[in-house]
Nanobody, 124 residues
Framework: QVQLVESGGGLVQAGGSLRLSCAAS????????MGWFRQVPGKEREFVAA????????SYADSVKGRFTISRDNAKDMVYLQMDSLKPEDTAVYYC?????????????????WGQGTQVTVSS
């Protein structure tokens, strides 16, 4: 089992920055991908970014590419999402997720472990 805990959310003005952190514990060696997803109430969960734990290869949603950066610290079992140039449409609950499968890096339904989420609100 893997436990994930997100932190770093908050309120920020448009154009500002936030860094989200995700602390992983448990059997973290089983995780192939770590990802970030976001969700607005009443809307479907949306892929944001993911990283291959071992290689560091990354993937981003078009909506955040060039603004967000995912990274990880293998020694600390931490994954981060640096969010720059934030827009009001980035407002959502952001979830950290882990995937044991070496497939479907961008598909939330294939992820096995989920954090409780952290709220990000971007004001105009």
């Amino acid at each position: 089992q893997v436990q994930l805990v997100e932190s770093g959310g908050g309120l920020v003005q448009a154009g500002g920055s936030l860094r989200l952190s995700c602390a992983a514990s448990g059997r973290t060696g089983s995780v192939y991908f770590m990802g970030w997803f976001r969700q607005v109430p009443g809307k479907e969960r949306e892929f944001v970014a993911a990283i291959t734990w071992n290689s560091g290869s990354t993937s981003y949603a078009d909506s955040v590419k060039g603004r967000f950066t995912i990274s990880r610290d293998n020694a600390k079992d931490m994954v981060y999402l640096q969010m720059d140039s934030l827009k009001p449409e980035d407002t959502a609950v952001y979830y950290c997720a882990g995937n044991r499968n070496p497939f479907a890096m961008r598909v939330g339904g294939r992820y096995d472990y989920w954090g409780q989420g952290t709220q990000v609100t971007v004001s105009s």
